[in-house]
């Protein structure tokens, strides 16, 4: 195995503590330092947070100084998101000083902005599905893709009901697809995916990947 | 140690152990001989157009946790990252990479960096980097739609964590026309994948994908790790079935769920 | 068009081709009368090379060959005249240029090669002696061994020279390295090369003919010490195989300069030269043989003048090019074409990694040139020569043709070779096109498309969410929704029960409408809700759920129910709060200490909840709370309440025994029926009919959108076989 | 929320949401400026909603809080939190490479739960509940042993020939591309039948969230026309 290790000091770190993290998996009394290391991460993925908002500012910010024809969307996405920290700063602030939080402002924002607007996204996907299944076939006409559009017209044939003329037997083939052979074939891919999984994480304890080298 | 903590770590040493035997076996002047997946081959060919046209190539590292399982479908699109940037280093084009979590972010800049200095790019000033898109899924899937539609894109390689969310990724890219690679490890995010791309990576491919873009003999020693317990599991099923049918099925209830 | 089927493999080739296109048999006998035949570029199959025209082979056809000219009564060049002329024509034009006294006309090629050999290395001996003092070798037994490496062992004596050949390895590898990857920059430096080497580089008269990267090897290098050389020479042991590799790649380079040469050449020379045999009486014992061998390989190469020449110079150069130009290990050349047999013979040679690559895959075995040259008189038994005897055999002519033409010098192309080339081909033929968006009209088309689906899907969902009477029957009870019921009226007042609200924001709508007659039932039970979420957004999704779906019962925070907030760091922060909650979340989500109060005041694991609902989008969120969080629920009912795109990877885990999930609500039609069944909420029931619409007008669409498809496919199908029968 | 408390408030919420969901919905038409409008708005909210919930959260309670208000051992282990935490930040600034190892530790943890969570969490449920399958009763409607078996046969297969189909391995013939071996191409085609099956039945699903969804936003703008529009206009 040849290894070039540039970064020695952070390239130890990664192998040690993934071999103790791992371990803490498999042998109990591993298990209090894995947790450490746990809250070690949950506190570091929080701090990287601060630091991609940061990240996000300052790649709109030039974006707006570039004099980009598109900066005037970065110029709302960076007021949005300086809104939003404001009024959820005071609200944290509101709470630290008279105690009792129901962060207010902070649910209107979410629930008048941030939830609109992701459940229209979700709702637009249905037209964005619908013209991929119209299109399937004319981009790949093969056993695969007649397969995978059989099985959707058949699953979604057993979800509605009609009252007038009853087809109990769609809703039977429906249940038996889904529990019979999607279910064989959701195993398999699980399984694999599992595999590709843990030669990747290998790879990092081993020292081969070194993602965090700068 | 409970015997299912024993058997995970014995499955840890196997897999270990079959990297290095195979890495050893093909660090000679072996090429791993690897069932052709066209989206690779395509994506090659992609990388090269890109160069030649000098436009930029788009890659979306999805929003998997660093710190959670998911980030496995990350890591392997980092090592994609790089080995995309060594094969366009030839040309002028940059790699814009998007993610959707932030400590993947830094990920992505330290590896844009890293392979800069390896192939020395710095000294062109290339504009290749990293960026945060959005922090939720959603956000990430409209904030990185904006990197999609630049018209000096030429290539999207979507590889790493996705949900339902990865349509709005791969229609955009489509209707940019442009050329669109795209492999998650979640299995529903794969299959819109697989109706909108045009070139998906389905089940566990995406995690082939630094073998089949050369990014050294270990990617392609773990192909070969992952084929040989492939075929352990597939034994190791048929041989649970015969034992359960021949009333062992306590024991290997006991073996793999005897609680951590 | 008339076809002419090859006699080999019977397959159609076009009358005017020579060689078939699938077995590249000739189709053409060389023995044939015609005289259009006197070409000499038909020599053999693909022979080209020779630059001596025929008249000159002629002169220099032996005496077999003459007799079968004059039985046959042609003028054709067989392959046996043109062994002759590539040993004079090939082999002398390089050989030439090393000797001074080479006579050109001689006839018996046997002593011409043997001379050949010894005149190139007493010019070779010659050139030592200019520059040093003629040192005996004190070996007694190499005293045959020529003056070079007479000179190299005698100087590895020396201490300087000891040390710097010690590491045999080493200089191995550098000999490789010289040749393998830096020669086609540095041009075979002469640092790094045996002494009598450097004779033929410094003739002129070579470098005249040298190729271009050959000819590079300028005075600068000439002038360089022969000491040096000698220091960085070889080690005794090393001696064959060090020489292999100058040896042959020298050579090989001027052949291919030159002209080529057809592999049967091997044979004459062992045939007709026995002197030859002795030859390596001045190599080192143990591996005597193996330079002339390999130097007679080389000659016996076939060798052609055609692009495919450039092949050898990259496996030799392979180093120094490209990656994507020395990919072509020797595993690839087997998958491009070489056969696996001719592989094999290639792998137990004891020669360098660089000189196997750039070996002939097949040489011809003794076997195959026993007609040719042994005494044994031929019958033709077929062709327009039949029954005539001492002439050439067509198929052993085929045969040699065969093994030699197609293998050696088939060209070495890589996949990603292969890749580049179309990626070249396609670049150059978008130059000529004139430049066009080629994709706009599929863009508007799909663009049309997007419109019309979102017209009909909004239209017809919008007209039926109006409807608030029942258009469609409610969905059937399945028994994973009853479970769920049996579970939540099982509860005792004031249970404990953990709800985790794990969705993303976006699914809210469906979610809302799933777990809305859920949450109403137990509140109605006298459950006392903690709610927890892995996602950073779920502690604000359930509270927007309670003041939105459950607004008639205006419930308290901290009276009906706690929010216990957002545990980070996903399965794992997860399973840090299934063993310590309170460790995990010591503050609700309002800040208040929610363990005091008296639902939880007794909770200290996961399993002291009387009830888990998880409430979820996604099938990994599922499949963690399943297969992580169930082991330590001990005893307590696990549920879900999901989006219908986890339920395909989640209802297999009520179907086990035992159960995983003690009860299941998936999706719209099952948050409808629990509606029909508890009572309970109609927010589900709003949407029925919309729903069903939805999924009609889709399936009409799909359905509409797969004939057209297949049946465009279908017609532009017929259209292409129609126009294949009319051609 | 109160709503009898902040009926403004929610009034103009309601109508905000309705005007962003329309800007939403404009991108059926075609990608346009009012939908980017939109999609950057929520970006940065999202962004500075989930930046805020991190830091209330996570970082007080877990870092700061023990920091300040802490026993001794709780203020160790936060100091020891709080250095990596401080070199994280080194990555917006021109010393990258400082907080190198301070990503090193999350890379490591996040292999070690890759590998960890790929064999806890899906390799052995998932063999077991391959193993598993004769003894389901895998058929919803169905006590006959036999079609039960039948279907639990039929899971197997579809797991195994799926793994198979994966199979990366290959040989290589010359002039060919490397193929696998017979047995495998044939295992393969089964398999891909069960993938196509498994990815029609999960688009079905994806589809039918997205079309709930859908219908909760359409009676949303119905609603909002019918409660507030309507007002609106007979007030006018």
């Known amino acids: ?214 | 140690m409970t015997i299912t903590g024993l058997i995970g770590m014995l499955i840890v040493a196997i897999f270990f152990g079959l990297m290095i035997i195979f890495n050893v076996v093909r660090s000679g002047s072996k090429k791993a001989r690897l069932r052709s997946i066209s989206a690779f081959t395509k994506l090659k060919q992609a990388i090269g157009l890109a160069v030649e046209d000098g436009a930029q190539i788009h890659l979306s590292l999805g929003r998997g946790g660093v710190t959670s399982p998911q980030s496995a479908s990350a890591f392997l699109g980092l090592s994609m990252m790089k080995q995309v940037m060594r094969i366009a280093s030839a040309g002028d084009s940059p790699i814009v990479a998007t993610t959707g979590n932030p400590a993947l972010a830094i990920l992505a800049q330290d590896t844009i960096n890293s392979t800069s200095k390896e192939v020395n790019l710095n000294r062109r000033g290339e504009s290749s980097e990293g960026k945060l898109a959005g922090l939720t899924p959603f956000s990430y899937a409209v904030g990185s739609m904006s990197s999609i539609r630049d018209d000096r894109v030429s290539a999207n390689i979507l590889a790493g964590w996705y949900g339902s969310e990865i349509i709005w990724l791969s229609e955009a890219s489509e209707r940019q026309n442009s050329f669109t690679l795209a492999g998650t490890a979640h299995l529903p995010a794969q299959a819109i994948m697989y109706a909108t791309v045009g070139e998906p990576l389905i089940g566990e491919e995406l995690f082939a994908g630094g073998a089949y873009l050369d990014a050294g003999s270990m990617h392609e020693a773990s192909l070969n790790a992952q084929d040989v317990f492939r075929w352990v599991l597939v034994i190791g099923i048929l041989i649970g079935i015969l034992l359960k049918f021949a009333g062992f099925d306590q024991i290997i209830h006991n073996l793999l769920v005897g609680i951590q | 068009m008339t076809k002419n089927h090859c006699p080999m493999c019977g397959k159609p080739n076009p009358e005017d081709s020579e060689v078939c296109q699938f077995c590249e048999a000739r189709l053409k006998p060389l023995v044939a009368s015609s005289s259009e035949e006197k070409d000499s570029s038909s020599l053999t199959p693909e022979q080209i090379p020779s630059q001596k025209d025929s008249d000159e082979q002629e002169r220099t056809l032996p005496a077999l060959l003459q007799d079968a000219r004059n039985e046959t009564s042609n003028e054709e060049v067989s392959p046996s005249t043109y062994n002759e002329s590539a040993e004079k024509g090939a082999v002398e034009d390089w050989l030439l240029k090393l000797q001074d006294n080479l006579n050109t006309e001689d006839d018996a090629p046997s002593p011409s090669t043997e001379e050949d050999d010894q005149d190139w290395l007493q010019r070779i001996r010659a050139l030592e002696a200019k520059d040093k003092a003629s040192e005996k070798s004190p070996h007694s037994k190499k005293e045959d061994l020529p003056q070079w490496l007479s000179e190299i062992e005698a100087e590895e004596k020396e201490p300087e020279v000891t040390k710097d050949s010690l590491a045999a390895d080493l200089m191995t590898k550098e000999m490789k390295i010289t040749f393998g990857e830096n020669a086609q920059e540095d041009t075979l430096g002469q640092a790094e090369m045996p002494d009598w080497l450097k004779g033929e580089i410094e003739d002129d008269a070579l470098e005249e003919k040298l190729p271009d990267w050959l000819s590079m090897m300028n005075a600068k290098e000439a002038e360089e010490k022969e000491p040096e050389a000698s220091e960085d020479s070889l080690d005794a042991d090393l001696i064959p195989k060090e020489m292999k590799a100058p040896f042959r790649e020298d050579t090989q380079e001027e052949v291919l300069g030159q002209a080529g040469m057809p592999d049967w050449l091997k044979e004459e020379i062992k045939d007709d030269a026995p002197e030859a045999e002795q030859e390596p009486e001045w190599l080192p014992s143990g591996e005597t043989e193996t330079p002339l061998e390999k130097k007679v390989n080389v000659f016996s190469q076939p060798i052609t003048m055609d692009d495919e020449m450039e092949d050898p110079e990259e496996d030799i150069f392979a180093g120094d090019l490209p990656k994507w130009l020395t990919e072509a290990t020797s595993e690839e050349l087997a998958e491009e074409g070489l056969s696996e047999d001719a592989l094999a013979e290639i792998m137990p040679s004891e020669l360098p990694g660089w000189v196997e690559a750039m070996r002939p895959v097949k040489t011809p075995s003794q076997n195959d040139l026993e007609p040719l040259g042994g005494e044994e008189e031929y019958i033709e038994n077929s062709g327009p020569l039949a029954g005539m005897s001492n002439i050439l055999p067509v198929e052993a002519a085929i045969n040699k043709a065969q093994k030699a033409s197609k293998h050696p010098f088939k060209l070495k192309v890589t996949k990603d070779q292969q890749h580049l080339i179309a990626l070249l081909e396609s670049i150059i033929s978008n130059e000529k096109r004139t430049v066009e968006k080629q994709t706009t009209p599929f863009i508007s088309t799909q663009r049309v498309l997007r419109w019309i689906v979102g017209l009909v899907l909004f239209f017809s969902i919008g007209i039926s969410s109006l409807y608030k009477g029942t258009l469609f029957s409610y969905p059937l009870h399945k028994k994973e929704i009853l479970s769920l019921i049996e579970s939540i009226q099982a509860l005792p007042k004031e249970a404990p029960v953990l709800i985790a609200f794990d969705y993303e924001p976006a699914l809210s709508g469906e979610m809302n409408a799933i777990t809305a007659s859920i949450v109403d039932h137990l509140m109605l039970q006298g459950a006392y809700l903690t709610i927890i979420s892995t996602s950073p957004t779920g502690p604000v999704l359930a509270e927007n759920f309670l003041s939105t779906t459950q607004t008639s019962h205006y419930y308290v925070h901290g009276q009906q129910y706690v929010n216990l907030g957002y545990i980070p760091g996903g399965a794992a922060g997860l399973l840090s709060f299934v063993i310590a909650p309170q460790n995990i979340t010591p503050l609700a989500f309002n800040g208040a200490d929610p363990w005091t109060m008296q639902p939880l005041r007794g909770i200290e694991s996961i399993s002291d909840f009387s009830l888990v609902l998880v409430i979820t989008d996604d099938p990994d969120n599922a499949r963690t709370w399943v297969e992580q969080v169930q082991p330590y629920l001990a005893g307590t009912p696990l549920t879900m309440a999901v989006s219908a795109q986890a339920e395909p990877l989640v209802r297999p885990y009520y179907e086990v025994t035992p159960r995983q999930i003690a009860g299941l609500v998936a999706g719209l039609p099952g948050g409808v029926s629990y509606e029909q069944l508890t009572g309970h909420g109609n927010l589900g029931q709003e949407y029925w009919n919309a729903f069903n619409i939805g999924v009609i007008v889709t399936l009409l669409m799909l359905f509409i959108s797969g004939i057209v498809n297949v049946g465009k496919i279908l017609v532009s199908k017929g259209k292409e076989n129609e126009k294949k029968e009319s051609a | 929320m109160n709503i009898a408390t902040f009926g403004l408030a929610d009034f103009v919420g309601v109508f905000v949401g309705f005007v962003l969901t329309l800007l939403v919905f404009s991108y059926v038409l075609g990608d346009n400026a009012l939908f980017r409008v939109a999609a950057h708005i929520f970006v940065g909210v999202s962004a500075g909603y989930a930046a805020i919930i991190t830091i209330y959260d996570v970082l007080l309670p877990q870092l700061i809080y023990p920091l300040v208000y802490g026993g001794s051992e709780e203020k160790y282990l936060s100091i020891a939190l709080l250095i990596p935490s401080l070199f994280l930040f080194t990555k917006v600034t021109p010393w990258k490479r400082a907080g190198d190892w301070a990503m090193a530790i999350l890379v490591g943890i996040g292999a070690a739960a890759a590998v960890g969570g790929a064999i806890t969490g899906t390799l052995f449920p998932q063999t077991l509940g391959a193993i598993n399958s004769f003894e389901t009763s895998t058929s919803p409607n169905s006590s006959n042993i036999w079609i039960n078996l039948l279907n639990a046969g039929i899971v197997v297969l579809g797991t195994i020939s799926t793994l198979i189909f994966f199979h990366f391995g290959a040989r290589s013939k010359p002039g060919h591309a490397p193929q696998r071996l017979a047995l495998i191409e044939n295992i393969s085609k089964i398999g891909q039948l069960f993938i196509a099956t498994t990815f029609g039945v999960l688009f079905a699903g994806v589809y039918l969230a997205a079309l709930t969804a859908l219908i909760e936003r359409v009676s949303f703008l119905w609603n909002f026309i019918r409660e507030i529009g309507l007002k609106l206009l007979a007030s006018i």
Not at chain 1, 12 to 35: C, D, E, H, N, S
Not at chain 1, 109 to 133: D, G, H, K
Not at chain 1, 156 to 182: C, K, Q, Y
């Open chain 1, 1 to 214: 195995m040849k290894l070039k290790f540039r970064a020695p000091l952070a390239t130890t770190i990664a192998i040690a503590v993934g071999l103790v993290v791992l371990v803490g998996y498999f042998i109990p009394a591993a298990q209090t330092l894995r947790f450490i290391f746990l809250r070690m991460g949950i506190v570091l993925a929080a701090v990287a947070l601060l630091v991609g908002v940061l990240n996000l500012i300052s790649v709109h910010f030039r974006k707006i100084s570039d004099k980009d024809s598109k900066g005037g969307y970065s110029l709302v996405l960076i007021l949005a998101l300086l809104a939003t920290l404001g009024i959820g700063i005071y609200d944290m602030f509101k709470a630290h000083m008279y105690g009792n939080p129901n962060f207010e402002w902070m649910n209107w924002i979410f629930t008048y902005i941030q939830r609109p607007i992701e459940t229209s996204l979700m709702a637009v996907m249905t037209v964005s599905l619908t013209c991929a299944a119209t299109h399937l076939l004319r981009r790949k006409l093969n056993f695969l893709a007649i397969g995978f559009f059989i099985i959707l017209l058949l699953v979604l044939m057993g979800t509605i009901s009609l009252s007038m003329i009853n087809f109990p037997i769609l809703e039977d083939i429906r249940s038996w697809i889904i529990h019979v052979p999607a279910l064989g074939g959701a195993r398999g891919l699980l399984l694999g995916i599992a595999l590709g999984t843990i030669t990747t994480g290998l790879r990092i304890i081993t020292g081969s990947d070194r993602p965090y080298e700068g």
